[in-house]
């Protein structure tokens, strides 16, 4: 079995006879046991009772600590544990995750992000009041390692509701991260699940459900992301080889798209990346001063893509490298 499926996993309709919860909380989890004691407090906090809502954590075989004996500790029964007979993969994990779930309403939280106060309430009351909706998501706010607030995203519009003509917005780029966004079990049962690559694949999916159906969006600041150099996101981002994914990705989302659509979309998704990408290398010069994965990371940006202003900073990044300045 290839780690990275190349089509959608199958998502299994349960049967009828399943007690249904309104919310499954599933949080897969990888070597990542310093955090989950915050994710799961993060859950608990909020009071939902087991009949409303199911919580477990699923466990890609980690080697970092025993996430059994974490997850007993301070899930007290209320969360259960499932650990993979070996390691699969994030994206054969985030599928057993959604198919082990029992909710009408899935959540995949990672277990190094959080929720805050309200998140279930207020998403749940998107779904009640907009039946129509596949997906609802909420503003989020970035987090360093030790759990530290750094910024948060911008506001899609200022008050809740449907998001308009939302497709192309999400194509042109990721407007979503995981800890920010509920899914009908449905709406994965007829879509399936993730695919592809292993950065990025969550930007897809978020587009075939636009593509699908309409998004329930609020703007409160409802769910933390963590920024940290672990996290499979952080090592690609060390020379640049999420581009390549990204690359890949855009490909996937072009066939989501009006034909109409496709080639500005592209254009502009290349142009956006590219530009994030240099502020990513200037960063990580200005922490780890590799010139190496600098110019890795250069290379990377101009086989996505190239115009003045990004030669320009290109330029600015290759003077600091030369002069050996931070």
């Keep these: 079995m290839s780690r990275i499926p190349a089509s959608p996993p199958a998502i299994a309709p349960l049967e009828t006879s399943v007690a249904r919860p309104l919310w499954s909380v599933m949080i897969p989890v990888y ?109 989020f706010g970035y987090i360093d390692e030790v759990g530290k607030p750094k910024h948060d995203q911008s506001p899609e519009m200022q008050r809740p509701g449907i998001l308009n003509n939302y497709l192309l917005r999400i194509s042109e780029n990721n407007r979503i991260q995981y800890a920010a966004i509920a899914v009908k079990r449905e709406v994965y049962e007829r879509l399936g699940a993730f695919f592809g690559t292993t950065y990025g694949e969550d930007w897809e999916m978020w587009v075939r459900i636009a593509r699908n159906y309409p998004m329930g969006y609020t703007p409160s600041v409802l769910a933390e992301y963590r920024h940290h150099t672990n996290s499979i996101s952080g090592n690609k981002h060390v020379y640049g080889e999420y581009l390549l ?72 990044l290759l003077v600091k490298v030369a002069i050996n300045k931070r």
């Design 31 to 139: 070597n990542c046991a310093n955090y989950l004691p915050e994710t799961l407090h993060s859950v608990l906090q909020q009071q939902l009772p087991e009949h409303l809502m199911q919580i477990e954590v699923i466990d890609d075989a980690s080697s970092d600590a025993d996430v059994e004996e974490i997850v007993n500790r301070i899930g007290q029964g209320r969360v259960t544990y499932y650990r993979q007979p070996e390691n699969v993969g994030s994206l054969h994990n985030f599928a057993t995750s959604i198919n082990r779930a029992r909710g009408q309403l899935v959540h995949l939280l990672h277990g190094d992000d959080r929720v805050r106060p309200g998140f279930y309430q207020e998403l749940g009351d998107l779904f009640e009041h907009y039946p129509e909706i596949g997906a609802a998501y909420c503003r």
């Design 245 to 316: 994914d990204l690359a890949t990705v855009m490909g996937h989302i072009q066939h989501h798209l009006p034909l109409s659509d496709r080639e500005p979309v592209l254009k502009r998704s290349k142009k956006f990346y590219s530009h994030y990408a240099i502020r990513q290398a200037n960063n990580l010069w200005h922490l780890r001063h590799d010139k190496d994965a600098t110019f890795k990371y250069i290379r990377q940006v101009l086989h996505m893509h190239q115009d003045p202003v990004l030669y320009y900073k290109i330029l600015k």
